[in-house]
């Protein structure tokens, strides 16, 4: 059996009791409609001259419960009701001390937001990526008052922060997880093409669709377009000898690893437009770090992999163009042809390494025995490597707006990033930070990918493969106040050709791509206790990375 006691009241500025009141429930149901909250379960009052609504409801499961509120004779259960109300009053002005703005009190109790601002910057869109100046304020009471003790929790995480070096594995041992990949690529490419490249039997007929089976076409109708022109393409671009048919294969040269809202679209889309720069044929196949383990979305389970020649397929077209170049008559064109490179670029690569606990015998320190880096490196020693990052604090706010679905807030976003803090440290507590930056199943628990930013700790791992030489480090800060100056870092890196006046000013002056949706620019900054709370956090990662990379504009200390 189930009672509930709901009262409205009203109390005016110069009364001391109540000037109108109801109360219902338990046996008696006579009562008095209050005309101003008009039924609803509401009490209403005043401060400052300010009319407000609170809401005291009171719940009781079975006649147990409720038998003892019954002893009460109907007075003193009203009194005990409005000593209840009294004191919500009481701790409600308190609160409201300074701040005299009328307030909807629902229970639980819950504060609004102030207005929030919507100067702050977007996650990919490079314009947005400039310093911005809010006036600092306490948004949210209750959050400013956790401080201390999220603190306590940042505090109890960068204790145990420490940068080991991780045990390489042996080139067999990859050999053993990867068989078929190996005996697909080959050792050596052929020397005069730039990006490495290799002729490869076809064995399919002259009516056999060259990209049937292909699983980005299968899984994915949005390819089909594309795969489209790539069959167009395929037959006439065929060598033949000694009675077989052999087509050039090619993997890039260089490549894009990251990260996620750190500007890489914008400079994808920039880079394209250089003549001498050929993309595979989907901008991100994400293939070394989740196809090639049959993930497409790791909540949806594991499909079936995607083998090697899948991935090969999107770089076709530029396979298409090199080998026209080889087999050019003349020395000017196979030199304009020969300059070509192939790039790839899947923000994923620098970072996602959760497939490891499926298909990988676990370790007995919870670290991952191989990393994408391992396998890229025992194929393409010389590969060339460009990374984009900015302040890993405004990078996971983008982030967070970007990939969530509903109910987005600056409010919903401290508690996100308050539960994944405790989760960290609840990793950290038994593990090694790489175990726990690695862990598949707490990347998966923590509403917001916390760990994305931890950029020291995934640029130490791949350099453990790779020269710091083969790297190019970005900042997206960077890229938004001079373009320009970017991208020709990025071709002198690659040791691209000049441009065009005119090509130049169609890269450097085109709109930022993948821009923050209106809609997520409307929600303005996260709250400052938030940035301040992730500034701490981040804070370590950022000193090491900065110190690895001789750079203090990595510090993030002014954005």
């Known amino acids: 059996m189930r009672h509930c006691i709901n009262c409205c009241i009203q109390l005016l500025p110069d009364e001391a009791q109540p000037q109108q009141g109801s109360c219902r429930g338990g046996p008696h149901h006579s009562r008095q409609e209050c005309p101003t909250c008009k039924g609803e379960n509401k009490i209403v009052f005043r401060v400052d001259g300010k009319q407000m609504l609170a809401v005291l409801e009171v719940r009781a499961e079975g006649n147990e419960s409720w038998s003892g509120f019954l002893r009460f004779k109907k007075g003193k259960r009203c009194s005990l009701v409005f000593g209840l109300i009294i004191m919500t009053l009481v701790m409600a002005s308190y609160i409201l001390s300074g701040v005299h703005q009328e307030l909807l009190i629902s229970s639980p109790f819950h504060y609004g937001a102030l207005p929030s601002n919507p100067s702050l910057t977007d996650g990919e869109n490079p314009s947005d990526a400039r310093e911005h100046h809010h006036q600092p304020s306490v948004n949210n009471i209750s959050y400013v008052k956790d401080y201390p003790s999220i603190k306590l929790i940042i505090n109890s995480i960068t204790a145990r922060i420490e940068f080991t070096t991780r045990q390489l594995p042996d080139v067999e041992d990859l050999k053993k997880q990867e068989l078929h990949m190996f005996s697909v690529i080959p050792h050596k490419f052929l020397p005069n093409s730039k990006s490495p490249c290799w002729y490869g039997e076809f064995t399919g007929r002259n009516t056999t669709d060259p990209y049937l089976t292909n699983s980005y076409v299968l899984y ?50 920039r880079l394209r437009l250089h003549p001498e720069v050929k993309f595979s044929a ?85 670290e991952p025995p191989f990393l994408t880096q391992d396998f890229i490196h025992a194929f393409q020693p010389d590969a060339k490597l460009i990374v984009m990052l900015r302040d890993p604090v405004e990078r996971l706010y983008s982030d967070y707006l970007y990939f969530a679905s509903s109910n987005k807030s600056a409010d919903d976003f401290h508690e996100k990033v308050t539960e994944a803090l405790q989760l960290f ?16 199943t707490l990347n998966n628990a923590m509403p917001v990918r916390l760990q994305v930013g931890l950029y020291a700790v995934y640029l130490l791992d791949w350099l453990t493969v790779f020269n710091k030489e083969q790297f190019l480090i970005l900042r997206l800060e960077d890229h938004a106040s001079n373009v320009k100056y970017t991208m020709h870092r990025v071709f002198r890196f690659l040791s691209l050709g000049p441009l065009s006046e005119k090509q130049e000013a169609l890269m450097t002056k085109s709109p930022a791509s993948n821009a923050r949706r209106p809609e997520d620019r409307n929600l303005g900054p996260m709250w400052p206790v938030t940035q301040r709370l992730l500034r701490d956090f981040y804070g370590p990662f950022n000193a090491r990375l900065a110190q690895v990379l001789a750079d203090e504009a990595f510090l993030w200390k002014k954005t």
């Open 220 to 269: 994915s109708k949005r390819f089909r377009s594309t795969f489209d022109a790539l069959r167009k393409a395929f037959w006439g671009h065929l060598s033949h000898a000694h009675g077989k048919h052999f087509r050039l294969r090619c993997l890039p040269h260089f490549y894009i690893i990251g990260q996620p809202k750190c500007g890489t679209t914008d400079l994808y889309d």
């Open 282 to 366: 989907i901008k991100e196949p994400h293939w070394w770090t989740r196809k090639r383990f049959g993930i497409v979305r790791l909540r949806d389970g594991l499909r079936d992999r995607y083998p090697v020649e899948d991935y090969l397929d999107l770089f076709d077209l530029a396979a298409h163009q090199i080998h026209q170049g080889l087999q050019a008559s003349s020395a000017k064109e196979q030199s304009k042809m020969n300059r070509i490179i192939i790039g790839e670029a899947s923000a994923s690569t620098m970072w996602d390494n959760n497939a490891w606990t499926f298909f990988y015998d676990n370790s007995t320190d919870g």
């Open 425 to 440: 440290e609840t990793c950290v507590l038994g593990y090694s930070l790489r175990a726990c930056v690695y862990n598949n």
